[in-house]
Every structure is written in structure tokens, then in C-alpha cells.
């Protein structure tokens, strides 16, 4: 989200300069790591001493363990996504469970109501043969 504030901006791009730097297993050149351990820890401090001194301790774990979290959310909301798309469900072809892009309606999936506007008028056909076949 910093990307698209002028004022975070700088901060974006340090950390991105931060996370390549991390991946190749080189350490950030920049002290945003630090600058950033220190003003999150601080805040915790003086809310809950434990707690801040935990995170102080272990920020570097943390924020790796969010940094996973965010990228798994990504990839299963992108998935999701596209499961909707092309099926009309979150979680694949001729799955009945819940989908929460169905915005909580009780919708069925686009291949369902295609195949319900196909039975409906195979059997208006079908009446209308018999209909013609009776007068």
C-alpha cells in the first residue's frame, strides 16, 4: 500500500531494495530493518512490556512468518479468483461448498444455471412436441 502514498513511497522502495538484498541472504544496506524494529517495538513497549520485548527479540522470525502469510493469502485468493471466473465457484469444477465471492446469496454457479436453462427448454420442447402431436 506505501507504493501508492507519496509519503511512504521512499519506504516502499527501501524495503523493497531490503527483501531482494534478504533473498539473496546479503544484508539490507539501508537500517530501515532496524528503524523499523525499533519504532514497532517501541510502540508495543509501552503498551505491553512483554509483548514488545518478544517482538524485539524475534522481529526478523516475524516478519518472515507474515511475509509467507501474505504471499500463501495471495496465492489462494488469486486461485480463488480464478476458480470463480471460469466455474462460477471458489473451489473448482462441481465443488457444492461455500464461496464467499457468492457475496453470501444462495446463487448457483454459472454452469448450473446453464445447465438448468438446457433442461428447462428441452422439456418445453418436448411439450410443445406433444401439444403439436395432440391437435
Same mark, same amino acid.
Given at each position: 500500500m506505501a507504493l501508492f502514498s507519496a509519503t511512504h513511497r521512499r519506504l516502499f522502495l527501501e524495503a523493497l531494495d531490503c527483501v531482494f538484498r534478504k533473498a539473496t541472504l546479503r544484508k539490507c544496506q539501508s537500517s530501515l530493518d532496524e528503524r523499523l524494529k525499533a519504532k514497532i517495538s517501541g510502540t508495543l513497549i509501552n503498551k505491553n512490556p512483554k509483548i514488545g520485548n518478544f517482538v524485539f527479540r524475534r522481529f526478523e522470525i516475524l516478519s518472515s512468518i507474515f511475509l509467507v502469510l501474505m504471499i500463501l493469502s495471495l496465492i489462494f485468493s488469486v486461485q480463488g479468483i480464478y476458480s470463480y471466473?471460469?466455474? =462460477? &465457484?471458489? &473451489? =473448482?469444477?462441481d465443488s457444492k461448498d461455500f464461496c464467499i465471492l457468492n457475496f453470501g446469496s444462495n446463487e448457483t454457479s454459472v454452469n448450473q444455471k446453464a445447465t438448468q436453462k438446457d433442461t428447462f427448454a428441452g422439456v418445453e420442447a418436448n411439450c410443445t412436441e406433444e401439444n403439436n402431436v395432440q391437435v
Amino acid at each position: 500500500m506505501a507504493l501508492f502514498s507519496a509519503t511512504h513511497r521512499r519506504l516502499f522502495l527501501e524495503a523493497l531494495d531490503c527483501v531482494f538484498r534478504k533473498a539473496t541472504l546479503r544484508k539490507c544496506q539501508s537500517s530501515l530493518d532496524e528503524r523499523l524494529k525499533a519504532k514497532i517495538s517501541g510502540t508495543l513497549i509501552n503498551k505491553n512490556p512483554k509483548i514488545g520485548n518478544f517482538v524485539f527479540r524475534r522481529f526478523e522470525i516475524l516478519s518472515s512468518i507474515f511475509l509467507v502469510l501474505m504471499i500463501l493469502s495471495l496465492i489462494f485468493s488469486v486461485q480463488g479468483i480464478y476458480s470463480y471466473i471460469k466455474y =462460477g &465457484n471458489c &473451489n =473448482g469444477q462441481d465443488s457444492k461448498d461455500f464461496c464467499i465471492l457468492n457475496f453470501g446469496s444462495n446463487e448457483t454457479s454459472v454452469n448450473q444455471k446453464a445447465t438448468q436453462k438446457d433442461t428447462f427448454a428441452g422439456v418445453e420442447a418436448n411439450c410443445t412436441e406433444e401439444n403439436n402431436v395432440q391437435v
